[in-house]
Structure formats: C-alpha cells, structure tokens
C-alpha cells in the first residue's frame, strides 16, 4: 500500500543530544515537509524539499537539520540547539502541484526527559 | 503573505446535532487552493475535501458539506447529524497557485477541537 511511513511513534531525547525522526514515502511524490505542531498552535512548518538534494527552510527552522538524498526519504535531525523540542511531529508528501493534498503520516512524538 | 484563522478553537455538541465549523482566510493570490483535514487522536491528518478559488459551488458529501464564499474569504465546514465518530481537530489549510520555483506549502489555521458529546 502507498503512504507515509514515520519512525519511531515516540520518542524520548536526553537534554543536549541530536535525534533523528524517519520519513520515508512510496506515493513518488516530489515534494516532502516537516511540520510540528503544539497544542494550541496549529501545524508550523519546519523544512520543506520539492526535489532531491534540495530543501528550503520553513518558519521555524531553528534548531533543525534535514537531507533529501533520496526521492522517498526525508530525515530531520532535532539538534541539541533547539530549545523547545518537545513537540508531536509531522511529515507530509504531495506533488509540486499547488492543487493536489498532501498526504501525511501517523506522526512522532518526540519528549525531552 | 498567506494566512489562515480558526476562530473556535473547542466545540461541544451532543450527538445527532449539527455543527458549523468556520474558517476564514487571507491571500493575495486570485488562483488558491483551500483545504480541510481532519486528526482523529490517532494523530494522522487525514484528507476531507479541496476547493479551488474558482468553483464556489458548495459541496455535499454524505453528512459533511462546505460552503466557500469569495466575498467573505470563507470555506465553512458543516458536520449534519454529528456522532461520537466526529470527535476530532479540524484544520483548515490554504495553498497558493504554482509560483514556478515557489513552495506549494500548505498554509494551516490553528484547528478546531470538535467533541461530539453522546
């Protein structure tokens, strides 16, 4: 089946190290972008890829890192500069169409202890 | 700049009443895309509906329907006969039209946290 798969659903972090968050997706979508979302703030965008080896920062790029070295997959890095990483995180894939929905996995939920 | 409000940020009905969710936006671009999406608590965002801004013809898709209006940059969300099921955040979402090495990023509102009550 097509879709979105994210890695891992939780995840916990000690304060000071980098984590990364999998995103791999078999729709050939061009276009991938990681959101965070906080309870109350809607979804904010972190960094986005139309293609590969390309990526662009979003609003709140800050503290993140990310690669495309591959159509399908679109890792982001936490690093240990982010000062607020606890946070539910979401990737998206569509087309480089501006009509077409994106498709979007099941999410991580990443918890500094 | 793009941007997206949700004015209601919780709503609360008992089950089989109907439920009117608003979403009003901003743009400067004549050709846009709107959205809504729906996450269950399960997390995903899951797909309901688009409309681009050139059919303002509302839509109707068994209890759900949308009502765009231009004139008021508007893309309201109606929920007839709500149940349990519905008990979700709504987002609204926004996309301008293709800007050649532009974005194509979806613009979201806030959510509305609907909780259908039995």
Not at chain 1, 74 to 97: D, E, G, I, M
Not at chain 2, 15 to 33: A, G, H, N, P, Q
Not at chain 2, 46 to 64: A, K, P
Request: glycine content about 6%; some cysteine; hydrophobic content about 30%.
């Amino acid at each position: 089946d097509g879709g979105i798969t994210q890695s891992p659903k939780y995840l916990f972090r000690k304060e000071g190290q980098n984590v990364t968050l999998s995103c791999e997706q078999n729709l050939n979508h061009d276009a991938m972008y990681w959101y965070r979302q906080d309870p109350g703030q809607g979804l904010r965008l972190i960094y986005y890829s139309q293609i590969v080896n390309d990526f662009q920062k979003g609003d709140i790029a800050e503290g993140y890192s990310v690669s495309r070295e591959k159509k399908e997959s679109f890792p982001l890095t936490v690093t240990s500069a982010q000062k607020n990483p606890t946070a539910f995180y979401l990737c998206a894939s569509k087309t480089r169409t501006g009509n077409t929905e994106a498709f979007f996995g099941q999410g991580t939920r990443l918890t500094v202890v | 700049a793009q941007k997206v409000t949700q004015a209601q940020t919780e709503i609360s009905v008992v089950e089989k009443e109907d439920v009117t969710l608003d979403c009003v936006y901003e743009t400067r671009d004549t050709t846009y895309y709107l959205f809504w999406y729906k996450q269950p608590p399960s997390g995903e965002l899951v797909f309901l509906i688009r409309r681009n801004s050139f059919d303002e013809q509302n839509e109707i898709s068994g209890r759900y329907s949308w009502n765009f209006q231009k004139s008021t940059s508007s893309f309201n969300f109606t929920i007839t006969a709500s149940q349990v099921v519905d008990s979700a955040v709504y987002f609204c979402a926004l996309s301008e039209a293709n800007r050649g090495a532009g974005s194509y990023q979806l613009t979201f509102g806030k959510g509305t946290k609907l909780s259908v009550i039995p």
